[in-house]
């Protein structure tokens, strides 16, 4: 597999969820990329564009803050110049993981997620009971300056009752199989920004 001089790390991630389902990155894209990143979350927060994220799909979703308490925007190419190098970083991953693991993934959808200060989300798996197009879930983190007082870790729950706690720190990316780990998000002392997305390939559910 090929990487490109601005991904190096795309090899160490096909081989992490290879091996373990799951990979965490420090530094996978350059600072001020982070940093435009993070400008424009905070931006479209201030706009009122980011609208509090619910629970289940379809017409059975709903906002319970007792769950997860996240403000979120979906992404859609063509919005911003900074949101689009984004996406073809990550269209970059995908290739890459089809490259090494045959997953078949299609396409990729994501999202900022701002948890202010006090917000949580419950433990869960990213994948539908109805709908198995999840197939490899990917956060990436835009916060400056954490410090592990601040809280908002991920925290995974691994095989063998093992859990792993992720610092949600501007630049690292965590990928995971969907339906394989199930997390939670701790509560954060602070704003708490990422990017949130999940590759997705050819599902179970009729076109």
Same mark, same amino acid.
């Given at each position: 597999? $090929?990487?490109?001089? &601005?991904?190096?790390?795309?090899?160490?991630?096909?081989?992490?969820?290879?091996?373990?389902?799951?990979?965490?990155?420090?530094?996978?894209?350059?600072?001020?990329?982070?940093?435009?990143?993070?400008?424009?979350?905070?931006?479209?927060?201030?706009?009122?564009?980011?609208? /509090?994220? =619910?629970?289940?799909?379809?017409?059975?979703?709903?906002?319970?803050?007792?769950?997860?308490?996240?403000?979120?925007?979906?992404?859609?190419?063509?919005?911003?110049?900074?949101?689009? &190098?984004?996406?073809?970083?990550?269209?970059?991953?995908?290739?890459?993981?089809?490259?090494?693991?045959?997953? +078949?993934?299609?396409?990729?959808?994501?999202?900022?997620?701002?948890?202010?200060? +006090?917000?949580?989300?419950?433990?869960?798996?990213?994948?539908?009971?109805?709908?198995?197009?999840?197939?490899?879930?990917?956060?990436?983190?835009?916060?400056?300056?954490?410090?592990?007082?601040? =809280?908002?870790?991920?925290?995974?729950?691994?095989?063998?009752?093992?859990? $792993?706690?992720?610092?949600?720190?501007?630049?690292?990316?965590?990928?995971?199989?969907?339906?394989?780990?199930?997390?939670?998000?701790?509560?954060?002392?602070?704003?708490?920004?990422?990017?949130?997305?999940?590759?997705?390939?050819?599902?179970?559910? /009729?076109?």
């Amino acid at each position: 597999m $090929h990487n490109t001089p &601005e991904f190096p790390m795309l090899s160490a991630i096909v081989d992490d969820l290879a091996c373990q389902g799951w990979s965490q990155q420090a530094h996978f894209l350059p600072a001020g990329l982070v940093s435009a990143l993070a400008t424009e979350c905070r931006r479209r927060a201030a706009e009122g564009e980011l609208n /509090p994220a =619910g629970v289940g799909r379809g017409a059975a979703q709903e906002v319970r803050e007792t769950i997860r308490g996240d403000h979120i925007l979906w992404l859609e190419p063509g919005e911003s110049e900074v949101c689009d &190098e984004y996406l073809t970083a990550m269209d970059d991953l995908r290739q890459a993981i089809n490259q090494g693991l045959f997953l +078949g993934l299609e396409d990729y959808e994501c999202h900022f997620a701002l948890y202010p200060a +006090g917000a949580f989300y419950k433990r869960h798996l990213d994948r539908f009971r109805d709908d198995d197009r999840r197939a490899v879930s990917a956060v990436f983190y835009l916060n400056s300056d954490w410090q592990p007082g601040d =809280g908002g870790e991920l925290r995974m729950f691994l095989a063998d009752e093992r859990e $792993h706690d992720v610092q949600p720190t501007g630049g690292t990316l965590v990928v995971f199989l969907s339906g394989d780990v199930p997390h939670e998000v701790l509560v954060t002392g602070r704003d708490r920004l990422s990017l949130t997305g999940w590759f997705r390939r050819r599902g179970n559910e /009729p076109f």
